[in-house]
């Protein structure tokens, strides 16, 4: 058999074939380039601004606007770069819809809440709508879950879900004032964490240990005065019966003592003072009431462990040293009393010498 032309026309390959068979180019695969994409951003960049104002107008007032325009230009971009002219679809029309989801996926972000939870605070919203028409009152919690075919639960947990709102923390709140003047704050103001932090509690317990060392270096006298009027919070004329005195000297020694105190907690806690001699006997007084204050103050825990372990030792040395000069005090005393009852018994020694014979 003579093979005839069409079946001795060989077959071409599949690799040649392909290439020289005209490729079409594609619009979806082929990329504009960069000049073409920033003219017709450019150009319908006004369009971004009136899909975020129509969506806007129904969210609530703390979204912010801002963000939902950087998501819409974001979507202009992708717009501008797949945009086909072979579709016949206006770019305004297709740019349109790309920005418009482009702002509610950043919608569905910013909100803390799922979708499913908002379809079904949606569902529940709109039955409990059509009851209340119904009805001509709003229905009851039992009416709302049978005509749902649901629970109780389940009516009460999507109330609670609906219930979750998204708020700015530098929205105003509006309030009153006590004169009606109206006040303005943010969320962020309302919200500041007013307790005190570690170094103020440092700081509070540190200025506590000086106070108490300064009560216990007062003298005696002003000391009652103090725990009597202020720790024991008992009246002027029951302290004045106490000390024998009248109630305004009772107040001018709790006056006296606070000066004191004051000075002693400014002399410890800031020690920037002129290291100048003391002139005079009441100054020296302060001065030892000040170094008195800084030693109760160290035994108290202010200041290193070596110094306060000192203070303490200190303060017990002269808690006993009073009873050892006490104790010395007498026993001098006696043995001063026993040649001074001698000399009494001893006679004279010219009596003595007149006695003898001649």
């Given at each position: 058999?003579?093979?005839?032309?069409?079946?001795?026309?060989?077959?071409?390959?599949?690799?040649?074939?392909?290439?020289?068979?005209?490729?079409?180019?594609?619009?979806?695969?082929?990329?504009?380039?960069?000049?073409?994409?920033?003219?017709?951003v450019t150009a319908h960049l006004p369009l971004v601004g009136h899909v975020v104002r129509e969506v806007a107008m129904r969210l609530p007032a703390h979204v912010d606007s801002g963000d939902l325009a950087g998501a819409g230009a974001a979507g202009l971009l992708?717009?501008?770069?797949?945009?086909?002219?072979?579709?016949?679809?206006?770019?305004?029309?297709?740019?349109?819809?790309?920005?418009?989801?482009?702002?509610?996926?950043?919608?569905?972000?910013?909100?803390?809440?799922?979708?499913?939870?908002?379809?079904?605070?949606?569902?529940?919203?709109?039955?409990?709508?059509?009851?209340?028409?119904?009805?001509?009152?709003?229905?009851?919690?039992?009416?709302?879950?049978?005509?749902?075919?649901?629970?109780?639960?389940?009516?009460?947990?999507?109330?609670?879900?609906?219930?979750?709102?998204?708020?700015?923390?530098?929205?105003?709140?509006?309030?009153?004032?006590?004169?009606?003047?109206?006040?303005?704050?943010?969320?962020?103001?309302?919200?500041?964490?007013?307790?005190?932090?570690?170094?103020?509690?440092?700081?509070?317990?540190?200025?506590?240990?000086?106070?108490?060392?300064?009560?216990?270096?007062?003298?005696?006298?002003?000391?009652?005065?103090?725990?009597?009027?202020?720790?024991?919070?008992?009246?002027?004329?029951?302290?004045?019966?106490?000390?024998?005195?009248?109630?305004?000297?009772?107040?001018?020694?709790?006056?006296?003592?606070?000066?004191?105190?004051?000075?002693?907690?400014?002399?410890?806690?800031?020690?920037?003072?002129?290291?100048?001699?003391?002139?005079?006997?009441?100054?020296?007084?302060?001065?030892?009431?000040?170094?008195?204050?800084?030693?109760?103050?160290?035994?108290?825990?202010?200041?290193?462990?070596?110094?306060?372990?000192?203070?303490?030792?200190?303060?017990?040395?002269?808690?006993?040293?009073?009873?050892?000069?006490?104790?010395?005090?007498?026993?001098?005393?006696?043995?001063?009393?026993?040649?001074?009852?001698?000399?009494?018994?001893?006679?004279?020694?010219?009596?003595?010498?007149?006695?003898?014979?001649?």
């Open positions: 058999m003579i093979p005839t032309q069409r079946t001795a026309e060989p077959a071409a390959p599949r690799t040649a074939r392909a290439a020289t068979a005209p490729r079409s180019a594609s619009p979806r695969t082929s990329r504009r380039d960069a000049a073409a994409v920033e003219a017709l992708q717009a501008a770069r797949g945009y086909d002219e072979e579709t016949g679809v206006p770019f305004t029309r297709y740019a349109s819809t790309r920005i418009r989801g482009a702002v509610l996926d950043e919608l569905r972000v910013m909100d803390l809440v799922s979708r499913g939870v908002r379809s079904r605070g949606r569902e529940m919203h709109g039955v409990e709508d059509s009851l209340t028409a119904t009805l001509g009152r709003r229905p009851t919690r039992e009416e709302l879950a049978g005509a749902m075919g649901v629970g109780t639960a389940e009516v009460d947990r999507r109330r609670a879900e609906s219930g979750v709102t998204v708020s700015s923390l530098d929205a105003p709140v509006a309030g009153s004032g006590d004169g009606g003047e109206a006040l303005a704050r943010t969320w962020a103001e309302g919200l500041a964490d007013e307790r005190p932090g570690p170094e103020e509690l440092a700081l509070r317990a540190e200025r506590m240990r000086v106070m108490g060392a300064g009560v216990a270096a007062l003298p005696e006298r002003l000391r009652r005065v103090v725990v009597g009027t202020f720790l024991e919070q008992r009246p002027l004329a029951e302290v004045a019966e106490e000390l024998g005195v009248t109630e305004s000297r009772v107040s001018q020694l709790r006056t006296e003592a606070l000066g004191l105190l004051r000075a002693g907690m400014e002399a410890v806690l800031e020690p920037q003072r002129p290291a100048e001699a003391p002139v005079g006997v009441a100054a020296r007084r302060r001065e030892a009431f000040y170094a008195d204050v800084a030693l109760h103050a160290a035994a108290a825990g202010v200041g290193s462990a070596a110094r306060s372990a000192q203070a303490r030792e200190e303060l017990a040395a002269r808690a006993a040293a009073p009873v050892r000069t006490a104790a010395s005090v007498a026993a001098v005393a006696a043995a001063a009393a026993v040649p001074a009852q001698r000399q009494a018994v001893r006679p004279a020694p010219w009596a003595t010498r007149q006695a003898l014979p001649a």
